[in-house]
């Protein structure tokens, strides 16, 4: 006779476990077999989509065409049904200027205060976010002491809520902070950072490049081991530069990830509101007054409250925003079929 062999301890309350699963799984199994033979094996993929593109649309499209009516309103009344349609008024107002470059010539001077901070905040951030996550994520590359340490130190920041990052810098950086008694005591004077406009500016865009880099410097780094060794060695063993093999070799292969990076830093610099907002509230002045908070002020927080310029505003914003991503996606894919002919 042969020995039985010994079950594993513990299976019996494994296959107890599991008699619940199959159960479940067979209930499911039955619908989706006659599905199938219903829709064929090309409608299941539509089937399996259904769900998502559900959500896409109760969430997205539908929260989409319902800010496009609100800007063919106006008034202040917040429903729909209250509000009294004007057509195009909403943009006409936003774009009734004698000197763009001068808000002070226009109608809502605040709209195009807003949308200088955001341009020069778009080109500062993104600029300086994609140059310190290049960097940082090149250094995180080499063979580094406690590695994983310094990757988990510059990925922490991305955890925290932005509300939590702005309050963080607002305890550094006031007057009473932990800044001003470092300074202090080295001999220098308390100074109110976030009182001054430039340095409120320098502020904002610091603070939103520590709070972000990380997740962009590990999209980066991901494509960086991404790339084969043997080809650094092959141009090492060719007497290549390290220089030349970063332009030859690294920023080719890298691409992809940093088309990646460029769209997604992009996307948030236009939309930053949260740790902003916390950290200046907008000031002083309107020096850190970006497209976001004005929406948010124009369509809510104010008295006279205007929905329909608010949600005018936004559709621009968004328009923009396609257009900037259908470039870089354009560029992006200029520039691989040209290597890819080289």
Known sequence: MKAETPRPAGSGFGDAIMVPVRLAMGLVDAPLRWVQR????????????????????????????????????????????????????????LF????????????????????????WFVVLQVTLMILFSLVTALILNRELMARSFWRAVFFFP???????????????????GLLNFALYGFGFEPYTWLNDRNWAFAAAVGVSIWAHMGFYTLILLAGL??????????AEMDGTRPARAFWRITLPLLMPNLLVVIVLVLIRAVQIFDEVY?????????STLYLTQYIYETGFATQLRNPGLAAAASIL??????????????????????????
């Not at 000197?99 to 955001?118: H, K, L, M, Q, R």
């Not at 354009?330 to 002919?341: D, M, P, Q, T, V």
């Open 96 to 119: 009734d200027c004698s000197n763009y470059i001068d808000p002070n010539s226009c109608t809502e001077d605040t709209f195009w205060t807003a949308v200088g901070n955001t341009a």
């Open 38 to 93: 219903r829709l064929g094996l090309g409608g299941m993929a539509a089937f399996f989509l259904l769900p998502n593109m559900l959500i896409f649309g109760i969430f997205v499209l539908l929260p989409f065409f319902i800010n496009f009516a609100y800007s063919m309103t106006g008034g202040t009344a917040l429903f729909l049904d209250d509000r009294t349609f004007v057509g195009t008024d909403q943009y006409a107002r």
């Open 158 to 176: 991305v955890l925290l809520s932005p509300v939590v990052v702005g309050l963080i810098w607002k305890w550094i950086l006031q007057r009473q």
């Open 225 to 234: 081991q991404a790339i084969p060794k043997d080809l650094y060695e092959a």
């Open 317 to 342: 914003m968004g328009m923009v925003l396609v257009v900037l991503t259908l470039i870089q996606l354009g560029l992006g894919r200029s520039s691989e079929k040209k290597g890819s002919r080289k």
């Open 278 to 286: 916390v950290l200046t509230g907008g000031g002083p002045g309107t």
